[in-house]
Nanobody
């Protein structure tokens, strides 16, 4: 299995920046895709960004041009650089990793990290 540990959340003013990290351990070589979801109070969890093993990325329309997803394979870590943060970006952010297992695809989740955008 894959274990994920997130860090980097916090309180930031509108227009500010934060960088989230997601460190992976365990069956690293079985991971073929990773990404970030977020869940705002009273709302469903929503996909924010994804990155494939080859580095192909995708973004939700709401964060395009402001957020950048990346991964450092040498450090087994994925990042989410968040710039020009808005009040509506406030949420708990969760990273995930999809890995190929004998029984099929397994999605592993991080514990979540709170991002609060407030003046």
């Amino acid at each position: 299995q894959v274990q994920l540990v997130e860090s980097g959340g916090g309180l930031v003013q509108p227009g500010g920046s934060l960088r989230l990290s997601c460190a992976a351990s365990g069956r690293i070589n079985s991971i073929y895709a990773m990404g970030w979801y977020r869940q705002a109070p009273g709302k469903q969890r929503a996909l924010v960004a994804t990155i494939s093993r080859g580095g192909t990325t995708s973004y939700a329309d709401s964060v395009k041009g402001r957020f950048t997803i990346s991964r450092d394979n040498a450090k087994n870590t994925m990042y989410l650089q968040m710039n020009s943060l808005k009040l509506e970006d406030t949420a708990v952010y969760y990273c995930y990793a999809d890995s190929a297992e004998v029984a099929g695809t397994l999605r592993s989740w991080g514990q979540g990290t709170q991002v609060t955008v407030s003046s």
